[in-house]
């Protein structure tokens, strides 16, 4: 079994009930071999940009009771590449995992949010500092949100010029909201250098982002940030843990 295939495989493994591959896939029209690099774009500048159909477009799509997947889209100008985050509701309030693409993209998130119940939203996590994971913070530090990520994450948000999201206080830990519980992990470098994966325990769902990839999948989308001789066995130290 060739490195690539195995890890496709290890990512279905590792998640069990629910799987949630988080990066770009493979647009229409497309081979997915040339997914254009994320660069960060400054939200001042963002709610100029992307006068497209997809500057404000995101869905929430139901997974089971309680649990949502958010979609947002950026065309690169070879068709829409979706983003996929999470969305948790908990006893008290909702989780957001990772942002939407852009600050208005993210702003549209929440409003949408604010129909599935009528709770706040108490906590933001973002995986790693990838644009389609942190470049709509903007939006979730003016909601008051508080927004955590690895020390790691909130190192490249300064470089790359975003507002920081709050260290979370080592590499592995456990946050509470409410009665749920949040088991976070990171494994090592992978997709991004500082992918973190979260398991919630009460629903048997493990929350890979970026760092597994659905069995289906027929690339690695953008690997441009990746390193590809440690993300196996990161996805290994995953499945161990």
């Known amino acids: 079994m060739n490195a690539k295939r195995g890890l496709l495989i290890a990512g279905v ?7 949630l591959a988080c990066c ?8 997915g071999a040339g997914i254009p690099p994320q660069k960060a774009v400054p939200e001042s500048a963002q709610t100029k940009a992307e006068p497209s159909k997809f500057a404000t477009l995101v869905e929430l ?7 949502w997947r958010h979609i947002s889209y950026k065309d690169f100008g070879h068709g829409p590449y979706p983003s996929n985050g999470l969305v948790i509701e908990t006893e008290a309030g909702f989780v957001l995992f990772d ?3 852009t600050y208005d993209q993210t702003r549209e998130l929440l409003k949408q949010m604010q129909t599935l119940a009528s709770k706040p939203v108490v906590l933001a996590l973002i995986t790693h500092a990838h644009e389609d994971r942190i470049g709509g913070i903007r939006a979730l530090l003016e909601a008051k949100i508080p927004v955590k990520s690895l020390q790691i994450t909130a190192v ?4 790359m010029g975003y507002p920081l999201p709050e260290a979370l206080s080592g590499t592995e830990g456990t946050l509470t909201v409410g009665k749920t519980e949040f088991q976070f992990f990171f494994p090592g470098p992978g997709h991004a250098p ?3 994966v979260v398991f919630i325990p009460s629903r048997k769902l493990l929350y890979g982002a970026c760092l597994l990839r659905a069995l289906e999948a027929k690339n690695f989308g ?3 940030d990746a390193d590809m001789v440690e993300w196996p066995k990161s996805v290994t130290r995953v499945r161990e843990h």
């Open 13 to 19: 493994v590792v998640l069990g009930m629910a799987e």
């Open 24 to 31: 770009w896939e493979t647009p229409p029209g497309t081979d």
């Open 61 to 67: 799509k139901p997974l089971c009771e309680g649990v």
């Open 99 to 101: 942002t939407a693409y």
């Open 156 to 159: 490249k948000a300064r470089a």
């Open 194 to 196: 500082d992918n973190l």
């Open 222 to 224: 953008n690997f441009e």
